[in-house]
């Protein structure tokens, strides 16, 4: 079972705190880029995969969704996501994504934030998540880059010049990586670039496009914190269809 590090308290709490919690999707710098790698929503099923709060399950709807259901593991932010959803047309339900299963071509958009780098195989959902698809239909999500996952100790180097970089270590040594952000043990996978993709090819799916996402010098100037994102990808974007017969 994947680790539901959402549900201890103190993680939690410090979730809350994140302008991606308090602004929703307005509050994720790289939210435009992955707007404009989305299809039209109007009348489509779609499915969010680690939804927390509901930001996405709302905008889609919002946008003429015929009906959106939202999947997270965690009670907690169902919960919160139920508080802060009126109206109708979203399911919530909690799941654990690595056992998912879905019913054959029910769905026309499958979408997830920075949620299945938690997942310990990658394989099974996208396979599960091809053969949900409609023929047509598009996978669009944003996970960790494996460029941050990858040092077993993250952190910044400086040099005597006072030059910083981020180490690359461990790149081709895949699996577990710990570290302590809000909690202590919070578990996340690191898996090669090359191992995301080749396992969305194996399942099925036709590669769109991906994006090594980073801040443009706008986004910098209105938050100066992601001029470290400036310096190496943090998080990666993909969109991915299942093939027309």
């Given at each position: 079972?994947?680790?539901?590090?959402?549900?201890?308290?103190?993680?939690?709490?410090?979730?809350?705190?994140?302008?991606?919690?308090?602004?929703?999707?307005?509050?994720?710098?790289?939210?435009?880029?992955?707007?404009?790698?989305?299809?039209?929503?109007?009348?489509?099923?779609?499915?969010?995969?680690?939804?927390?709060?509901?930001?996405?399950?709302?905008?889609?709807?919002?946008?003429?969704?015929?009906?959106?259901?939202?999947?997270?593991?965690?009670?907690?932010?169902?919960?919160?996501?139920?508080?802060?959803?009126?109206?109708?047309?979203?399911?919530?339900?909690?799941?654990?994504?690595?056992?998912?299963?879905?019913?054959?071509?029910?769905?026309?958009?499958?979408?997830?934030?920075?949620?299945?780098?938690?997942?310990?195989?990658?394989?099974?959902?996208?396979?599960?998540?091809?053969?949900?698809?409609?023929?047509?239909?598009?996978?669009?999500?944003?996970?960790?880059?494996?460029?941050?996952?990858?040092?077993?100790?993250?952190?910044?180097?400086q040099d005597r010049a006072g030059q910083r970089?981020?180490?690359?270590?461990?790149?081709?040594?895949?699996?577990?990586?710990?570290?302590?952000?809000?909690?202590?043990?919070?578990?996340?996978?690191?898996?090669?670039?090359?191992?995301?993709?080749?396992?969305?090819?194996?399942?099925?799916?036709?590669?769109?496009?991906?994006?090594?996402?980073?801040?443009?010098?706008?986004?910098?100037?209105?938050?100066?914190?992601?001029?470290?994102?400036?310096?190496?990808?943090?998080?990666?974007?993909?969109?991915?269809?299942?093939?027309?017969?």
């Amino acid at each position: 079972m994947t680790q539901n590090i959402y549900d201890d308290p103190a993680f939690f709490a410090g979730y809350a705190t994140l302008d991606r919690s308090i602004k929703g999707l307005d509050g994720a710098p790289e939210w435009a880029k992955v707007k404009s790698m989305l299809p039209p929503l109007a009348g489509k099923q779609v499915l969010d995969l680690g939804c927390g709060y509901g930001w996405f399950c709302r905008y889609a709807r919002d946008a003429g969704a015929e009906k959106v259901i939202g999947l997270d593991v965690s009670s907690l932010m169902l919960a919160k996501a139920h508080e802060m959803t009126d109206g109708t047309g979203i399911e919530y339900r909690q799941e654990d994504l690595s056992t998912l299963r879905l019913p054959a071509e029910s769905i026309d958009v499958a979408y997830s934030s920075l949620a299945l780098h938690y997942l310990e195989d990658i394989q099974p959902l996208f396979t599960t998540l091809n053969q949900a698809l409609v023929p047509g239909g598009k996978l669009v999500f944003t996970a960790e880059h494996p460029v941050y996952t990858a040092p077993l100790q993250q952190g910044w180097l400086q040099d005597r010049a006072g030059q910083r970089s981020w180490p690359v270590n461990h790149y081709q040594q895949e699996g577990e990586r710990i570290s302590n952000w809000f909690a202590e043990g919070v578990k996340k996978q690191h898996r090669k670039l090359a191992t995301w993709i080749n396992a969305l090819i194996e399942s099925g799916f036709i590669i769109e496009k991906l994006d090594e996402w980073g801040p443009d010098e706008e986004q910098i100037a209105r938050n100066p914190g992601l001029a470290e994102e400036a310096e190496r990808p943090m998080i990666f974007l993909l969109s991915a269809s299942k093939p027309q017969p």
